[in-house]
């Protein structure tokens, strides 16, 4: 498993987050390779609490499971109502967790990573959770 097949979630990284951006586009922009995983880091543990609950997970099991070829198959699937998941996928999409993919007039979900990792404790990497 490489870094880059790799999402990592954490909670507010404070200034180390930024300059380790700052870091990273200063590597690409000299050509340099960035071997990081993707990272999303979130403000506190209440936004990490409302975005990862069991409706997320139950969403991102069967779409890397089950491979859905759309918004409604997905919905079907988690015995939701479309509308509902569309709004929850739209909003995992907007964060970088999922991606779509045009399919006709279907959008298709799918997770572009390998893992999921979370890491819930500020500035602690070595408490995580993979799902």
Do not use: C, W
């Amino acid at each position: 498993m490489t870094a880059t097949n790799v999402l990592l979630v954490t909670i507010d990284g404070g200034t180390d987050v930024y300059e380790e951006g700052l870091e990273a586009i200063q590597s690409l922009n000299e050509g340099e390779a960035v071997n990081k995983p993707a990272q999303l880091t979130l403000p506190n543990e209440e936004v990490l609490g409302e975005i990862f609950n069991e409706r997320t997970y139950a969403l991102l099991r069967v779409i890397r499971e089950e491979e859905p070829a759309s918004i409604r198959e997905t919905a079907r699937l988690v015995g939701r109502d479309k509308k509902n998941v569309h709004e929850e996928l739209t909003r995992l999409e907007a964060l970088g967790v999922i991606r779509f993919e045009d399919d006709g007039h279907a959008k298709r979900p799918y997770f572009p990573y390998d893992n999921l990792f979370i890491t819930p404790f500020r500035g602690d990497s070595s408490t995580s959770a993979v799902a």
